[in-house]
């Protein structure tokens, strides 16, 4: 209690700037104030008859103690406090010289006095007062007791005396406490908030230098706080940038001009704020790492969003662990694959070795037949599920489109790189490529069998048996049925009935892989442009599935792979209209056939990864050239298509048992 | 100016001025004493100033430099004084004015010394009123009025009510000046009022 009490009263030591002014002006004022004392009070010695000279000297004796401490004290406080010594005098001198029938109104002085002394905001000083009063009294009860209970006062009457002089001093202190606390104190007060905050700041500085994520805030304008978290820094540079795509723009410029779209429907605030920030970029990549970034408006609950809390995150080693994952299942699936048809991904795996290292190196220089490579590659990818590959190679396509050039050396770099690591992932499998050993089918060896036991001559039996080292065409159309139905399934055209003939036929495998690599894209063309969607079908009264057939055959000497589908068939005004556009013959069917071919020409006006580009029939065409082929196409609209490519026998195997008899 | 100096001068100044207000405090506070009606004094020096014939006897004991007593002079002098009470005067230092202008307003004055004052009439303090009754009784020593400095100067309320025996007279206090020399060296040691 008496510890509060003596904290209420007396001030913390130090001294302000703003309190030194403030008590520097109140000071000289209040100096001023008992100076005008003298003249006053010697007027009022004077119409009292209580000796104007006496009235001179006493009150310039009171006076000698304010000036002595207004010239000397260095403390601004304890000049106040002697001016608190000074009131209660100059009130003694003011009863004593007005004497008369205002004399008990003179008292009101004090009472006054004490009021004004709040004004210095410092209690110590009212204190000083009050303590005076009472010494005064306390030495006159020593000297006289009975003037103190003067004219026989009961003690009763002398405390109630005593407590308003208590009262008012400590209402008196409590203000000046007050105002001190609240008015002269405020620099003080705002100092240590400020400090506080500074303390805060300092806190949330060593949190922002320090936290892993990325955090900045946008005004309503866009405009980029100046706090944000080190990372930032760290990520994108000292930037002085006004704006998130000012910032961000030297390290991912698509992702600044995608969040400039963003925010330009966040300033026109047609829809929720979270709405249109749905809208901004999630993801930038800064020096390889890939960031992503979140958006929160910021502001009262209840209320309108005042700005944008911008969380980036670095997501490389997630990215990095789902690309492995998804590399892991794509392994995963193609071991699948090699288990059901191991030659079969054997030879696209050949194949593709081959032609991932025709567009790394610089050695086809013609873009039209690099595109076609691409083009192949990127297909027979997509079919064997080797989505990564088939992912680059329609970067290094859309790259080139939009270049109108050859593939940038980083992206065909990041092609071999993306091989590299699917090779070194199936090495085990692919490695151990063992085509020493003969597959037959049961159907074959009864076949010989007979042959052999009806004494078929031995040279026509060897012919048969020849012909083992060959693959069945079968083992191809099967391979071109799954990956018709794996192409139908990711267009969501599932139910496709496919029906396979191969007429017995067996061709090369090492000689007929080209040609096949580049048949896919027929199949796909199939699904894609030719097979209508169930509900197409329905519409038009067909079945709700469509019908392929793929067969191979000898027909007139020669072999011909052809595939039928009961589709929408070849748009011809479409395709006249793109030839025309490209500057290509187009007078009659056979000039529209021919454009089908040409590089570059499409019927769909945009290109999807599975097709699109006109580059696949070119591609088939080559391979049907090189092997002295040709190819044929009929359609009718509403009624499906047909692609046949024939091939003159001298192109099949053609190994003569006296070889082997040599051998 | 040096600080042990400054402190030595600020610290003289408390110190005077503590004990000069004190004294002044001492001097306007202190109860004035009052004679006592038994003191066989008073009542010889009463008789000695006593009219012949009077039964109602006031006497005044004024100051001449008592700024009270001049106030009550300034009131006896201008009031109508009651026809069936004798009144004087005991002024404590002659004052020819004081005297001619009671002299005129018919108050026989009686000058005395503040050491006669004390010897004679056992009284130290001023101004004091004293009234006899027919039967030399002393029936009222006290004031004038009710409150220090008090405008109101109670005399005439006093004197009848002394006379009109049914109601309560209270005496009041002595507010005024020390007149003797020992009792203003007790309540003014710095002789600043007196």
């Known amino acids: 209690m008496f510890r509060k009490i003596v904290d209420a009263v007396v001030l913390p030591s130090e001294i302000t700037g703003f309190e030194s002014d403030y008590l520097a002006r109140m000071n000289r004022v209040a100096l001023w104030f008992f100076a005008l004392h003298l003249p006053i009070f010697v007027l009022v010695a004077y119409f009292n008859d209580t000796g104007p000279m006496t009235a001179v000297a006493l009150t310039s004796a009171v006076l000698v103690g304010p000036f002595i401490a207004y010239f000397t004290f260095k403390n601004p406080r304890a000049i106040s406090v002697s001016y608190g010594i000074t009131a209660m005098l100059m009130g003694g001198l003011l009863v004593h010289f007005g004497q008369g029938p205002v004399q008990i109104e003179m008292h009101f002085y004090f009472f006054a006095l004490l009021a004004m002394l709040a004004m210095f905001g410092n209690p110590m000083v009212i204190a000083t007062a009050a303590v005076t009063v009472a010494l005064h009294h306390l030495l006159v009860w020593m000297y006289l007791p009975a003037s103190v209970f003067n004219y026989d006062a009961p003690l009763w009457v002398v405390a109630i005396h005593a407590a308003f002089v208590v009262l008012e001093s400590v209402a008196t202190c409590y203000i000046a406490r007050s105002f001190f606390d609240n008015v002269i104190g405020l620099e003080k007060i705002v100092k240590s908030r400020t400090a506080e905050l500074d303390a805060r700041n300092e806190d949330m500085h060593l949190l922002l230098d320090n936290v892993q994520q990325g955090f900045l805030t946008l005004d309503r304008t866009g405009a980029v706080a100046a706090e944000r978290s080190a990372q930032v820094t760290r990520w994108f540079g000292h930037v002085d940038a006004a704006t998130l795509p000012e910032l961000i723009e030297g390290v991912d410029a698509g992702f600044a001009d995608d969040f400039r779209m963003a925010w330009e429907q966040v300033e026109e605030d047609l829809l929720p704020v979270e709405c249109n920030l749905d809208l901004a970029p999630s993801e930038l990549v800064a020096n390889g790492r890939n960031i992503e970034v979140s958006y929160r408006p910021l502001g009262p609950v209840d209320g309108d969003w005042t700005g944008v809390l911008v969380v980036m995150s670095d997501v490389t080693s997630q990215r990095e662990r789902e690309r492995l994952e998804s590399e892991q299942r794509e392994v995963l699936h193609l071991l699948d694959r090699i288990m059901r048809d191991k030659a079969g991904f054997l030879e696209f795996f050949a194949e593709g070795e081959r032609q991932v290292k025709l567009i790394a190196s610089d050695e086809i220089e013609d873009r039209v037949l690099l595109g076609r490579v691409i083009h192949t590659l990127k297909g027979n990818s997509a079919v064997f599920g080797v989505h990564r590959i088939a992912d680059r190679c329609h970067e290094i396509e859309e790259a080139m489109k939009e270049s109108g050039g050859r593939p940038p050396e980083a992206l065909r770099a990041g092609l071999d790189e993306a091989w590299t690591r699917l090779r070194s992932s199936l090495e085990m499998i692919v490695g151990d490529d063992d085509n020493s050993h003969i597959e037959i089918e049961d159907q074959e060896f009864r076949s010989v069998l007979g042959s052999l036991l009806a004494d078929v001559p031995r040279e026509d039996v060897a012919r048969e048996m020849i012909a083992w080292r060959l693959e069945p065409t079968r083992r191809r159309l099967t391979r071109l049925a799954d990956q018709l139905e794996r192409v139908a399934t990711r267009l969501d055209k599932r139910g496709i009935e496919v029906q396979l003939e191969d007429h017995g036929l067996r061709l090369d495998a090492e000689r007929w892989s080209g040609f096949w690599s580049a048949y896919v894209h027929v199949i796909r063309n199939a699904v894609d442009h030719g097979i209508e969607s169930i509900e197409e079908r329905r519409a038009l009264g067909k079945d709700g599935a469509g019908h392929i057939l793929v067969e191979t055959a000898m027909e007139s000497d020669e072999l011909v792979v052809r595939l039928r589908d009961d589709g929408r068939g070849i748009d011809w005004a479409r395709v006249r209209e793109r030839a025309m556009e490209r500057g290509l013959p187009a007078d009659d069917r056979a000039d529209l056939v021919a454009a089908l071919f040409h590089d570059g020409l499409s019927t769909r006006d945009e290109a999807t990864d599975t097709s699109g580009r006109g580059a696949g029939l070119g591609a088939l065409a080559q391979a049907v050239e090189a092997m002295s082929g040709r190819i044929e196409v009929s359609s009718a609209p509403g009624q499906g298509t047909t692609f046949e490519c024939y091939f003159p026998r001298r192109v099949l195997s053609c190994e003569r048992p006296e070889r082997y008899l040599a051998a | ?194």
């Not at chain 2, 009550?72 to 009470?85: C, G, I, M, N, T």
């Open chain 2, 1 to 194: 100016m040096r600080p042990w100096l400054v402190r030595i001068a600020f610290a003289t100044w408390l110190v005077l001025c503590t004990v000069g207000a004190g004294t002044l405090m001492a001097s306007h506070w202190y109860t004035l004493p009052k004679p006592s009606p038994s003191d066989v004094r008073v009542a010889a020096q009463l008789e000695r100033l006593r009219p012949d014939g009077a039964e109602w006897f006031a006497a005044h004991v004024l100051y001449s430099s008592c700024p009270c007593s001049v106030r009550v002079l300034d009131h006896l002098f201008s009031s109508a004084r009651p026809k069936d009470v004798a009144e004087v005067i005991l002024l404590v230092e002659a004052d020819a004015a004081i005297e001619a202008r009671a002299a005129e307003a018919g108050f026989p004055v009686t000058v005395v010394t503040p050491d006669a004052l004390r010897d004679d009439y056992g009284i130290e303090a001023a101004p004091l009123m004293l009234v006899q009754d027919a039967s030399r009784r002393i029936r009222y020593a006290g004031g004038y009025t009710e409150r220090k400095q008090g405008p109101d100067i109670r005399d005439l309320a006093i004197l009848e009510s002394i006379r009109d025996e049914s109601s309560h007279t209270v005496e009041l206090p002595l507010f005024g000046c020390a007149v003797s020399l020992e009792l203003q060296n007790v309540l003014d040691p710095l002789k600043i009022k007196y």
